[in-house]
C-alpha cells in the first residue's frame, strides 16, 4: 500500500500533469510547473487548497493555461498557501537553494548582531534598536559591542519601521548608539531616546554560528546548576551540543536552565536529542510524532528519545524538571521541546509567550524525487513548505497563539532591564534560580520586575535573520519518499 501510494504520487511529478515535463509546450515557465506539482505533493494543507486537488485540471491546455495565469513563481506559491496571515505563516519559496542550505545549516553573511526592535516613546514611526545578541567569534564580538546597546541611526538615517530592512539589509553599515533617557520617572510617555555620539562600522562576511551560545554552572544552595543558551538547532552542531552536557555531567549539575529565547527552530532530529540530554530516562519512548497530509499518512513517523546518535553516547542528565526561559521569537523545535518533554517531566516555563508554531516544512527542489540531486540545472528555485504538524506523544500540539509561560513566571524583556546573558541577575534567569533556591514551593516573580515599563515592539516579520523560524526535518521524508519510490 505504501509503495503504490508513493509510485501514484510521483507519476504525477516524474511525468508532469499529464505528460513528461520537457515534452510539454504549453507549460509558460518549468519553475510554475515544479512549483505546482510540489505543493500537490506534499503541502500539509493540500485539502485545503482546491487549486492543488489531484483531479482540479482535465487537459494540458487548461493547467497549461492555470500557470499562465501568474506572473511569476512567487505568485503561484502565495495563492497555494493556506490562510497565510492565521495557519501558514511560515512556508517560503527561494530563488537561491544554495543560500537556504547554507541558513538551515547556519551559514549566512553577518556582522554577529541580533536586535530587537522598539517605537521611540511617543512615536508611531520612529525606532531604536537595542542589541539582543553578539554571537561569539563574529565581527561584532571581536569589536567590543554588548548586548543592551541601543542605536537610533544607520549611516547616520535615523530608524524608522519603514527603513528598517533596507538599512540593516546592506553588507556594511555605521551603527549610530543612543542612551535611553527615563527622565527620572516610571512612566514610558516622557523617556526618550539620546544619542551619544558613539559609532561603530562593521562588515557581514560569511559566519558559521555554533548555536551552543553560552554555557555555565552556578551554584545555588549547595547544588549546581546548568545554563544553556542554545540558539538554534542546528543538525551540524549536534557534537557541540552533546559535549554541552558532557560538562554538565562532570559537574555533577542538578538542574538545567534551557534558554531558548531567540531561538526559532531547526532540525526536529536534534530537537529529540536535546530532550534525550535533558532527560535519559525515557530511551525508546515517544518524543515527538510528525503527521502529514491526507495523501501521505502512510509516511508519519515518530521521534523516540534515544541514548546514542552517529555512533556516540548521548550524555544525559536524567532529569525529572527543566527550566524553560522564552520569548515570542522561541518558535518550532524551541515549542517541540517545551510540548514533548512535558509529557514526561515538570517543565517550568518562563518568560513570555512562544511564536506558536507547530508544523515542519523540509526542501522541495526541482528534481524527479523533489530531493536535492539531479536538480534542474536551469533555475535554483526551492520551496520550504510546511509538510507535517508535530504533536508530542499524547497527541498535544503548540496553539497557533502559542505556549504560555507558567502562572506567576510571565516575564517580558524590557530595555529597561535587560541584563547579561547567563548572569544570575538577568530577570528571566533569576527567576529559575529563585524557584530552584526555594524551600516553599514555586518562586514569585518580585513585582517590579514583572511591572518594568514596556515598550512597543515593532512587528515582529522584521526579520533580519534568515529562515530563522524553520523546524525542518533533516532531508529524512524526501530520502523515505526516495526509498520507497524506487521499491
Known amino acids: 500500500m505504501r509503495t503504490l501510494l508513493i509510485a501514484i504520487i510521483f507519476g504525477s511529478l516524474t511525468t508532469s500533469c ?11 515557465s518549468s519553475i510554475h510547473d515544479f512549483v505546482w506539482k510540489g505543493m500537490n505533493a506534499v503541502y500539509l494543507y493540500k485539502a485545503e487548497i482546491p487549486d492543488l486537488a489531484n483531479d482540479r485540471f482535465t487537459s494540458n ?20 498557501i493556506y490562510q497565510r496571515q492565521t495557519v501558514d505563516r511560515f512556508s517560503i519559496i527561494v530563488d537561491d537553494y544554495i543560500a537556504l542550505q547554507q541558513a538551515l545549516s547556519g551559514v549566512s553573511k553577518s556582522n554577529g548582531l541580533e536586535f530587537n526592535f522598539y517605537y521611540e516613546p511617543g512615536s508611531t514611526t520612529d525606532v531604536f534598536g537595542i542589541i539582543r545578541l553578539v554571537l561569539n567569534n563574529s565581527e561584532a564580538s571581536n569589536l567590543g559591542l554588548q548586548r543592551g546597546q541601543i542605536i537610533h541611526a544607520i549611516d547616520g538615517v535615523e530608524l524608522t519601521e519603514s527603513n528598517l530592512s533596507s538599512l540593516f539589509g546592506q553588507d556594511t553599515y555605521t551603527l549610530h548608539f543612543a542612551d535611553y533617557n527615563d527622565n527620572g520617572t516610571t512612566e514610558t510617555d516622557d523617556d526618550s531616546i539620546v ?3 558613539s559609532t561603530s562600522s562593521l562588515t557581514k562576511v560569511e559566519y558559521t554560528e555554533n548555536p551552543v551560545h553560552t554555557t555555565e554552572i552556578i551554584n545555588v544552595g549547595g547544588e549546581n ?6 540558539n538554534g538547532f542546528t543538525a551540524d552542531f549536534n557534537n557541540q ?12 549539575v542538578q538542574h538545567l536552565v534551557l534558554d531558548l529565547r531567540y531561538n526559532g527552530g531547526g532540525s526536529v532530529d536534534t530537537a529529540r536529542l536535546l530532550g534525550s540530554m535533558i532527560t535519559g530516562q525515557f530511551n525508546g519512548s515517544v518524543f515527538s510524532k510528525l503527521n502529514y497530509n491526507d495523501d ?8 523516540n528519545f534515544t541514548n546514542s546518535f552517529n555512533g556516540n553516547s548521548i550524555n544525559s542528565l536524567n532529569l525529572d524538571k527543566v527550566y524553560v526561559l522564552t520569548t515570542n521569537r522561541s518558535a518550532s523545535a524551541s515549542e517541540m521541546i517545551i510540548n514533548s518533554l512535558g509529557e514526561y517531566i515538570d517543565v517550568v516555563h518562563i518568560g513570555d509567550n512562544t511564536t506558536g508554531k507547530s508544523q515542519a516544512s523540509v526542501t522541495i527542489y526541482d528534481s524527479p524525487d523533489l530531493g536535492p540531486n539531479d536538480v534542474n540545472p536551469n533555475h535554483t528555485y526551492a520551496m520550504q513548505p510546511l509538510v507535517a504538524i508535530s504533536v508530542n506523544a499524547n497527541d498535544g500540539v503548540v496553539p497557533s497563539s502559542g505556549l504560555v509561560p507558567d502562572v506567576g513566571f510571565e516575564i517580558n524583556e524590557s530595555v529597561l532591564n535587560f541584563g547579561i546573558l547567563g548572569d544570575e541577575n538577568e530577570p528571566l534567569l533569576a527567576a529559575a534560580l529563585a524557584d530552584i533556591e526555594s524551600s516553599l514551593g514555586r518562586y514569585s516573580i518580585d513585582q517590579s ?5 514596556q515598550l512597543t515592539p515593532v512587528k515582529k516579520d ?9 523546524m525542518y526535518i533533516d532531508n529524512e521524508f524526501i530520502s523515505i519518499i526516495k526509498k520507497e519510490f524506487n521499491q
Open 225 to 230: 546548576v546548568g545554563y544553556l543558551l542554545y
Open 61 to 80: 491546455e487548461e493547467y497549461g493555461n492555470y500557470l499562465n495565469s501568474f506572473s511569476s513563481p512567487e505568485e503561484l506559491f502565495e495563492s497555494l
Open 241 to 252: 551540543l552533546n559535549n554541552a552536557f558532557a560538562d554538565f555531567q562532570a559537574n555533577n
Open 18 to 28: 499529464f505528460e513528461d515535463r520537457d515534452d510539454n509546450v504549453i507549460l509558460s
Open 462 to 470: 522584521i526579520n533580519l535573520k534568515p529562515f530563522e523560524d524553520e
Open 296 to 303: 501521505l499518512q502512510e509516511l508519519n513517523s515518530t521521534f
Open 449 to 453: 520586575i514583572r511591572n518594568t515599563p
Open 195 to 197: 544619542s551619544n555620539g
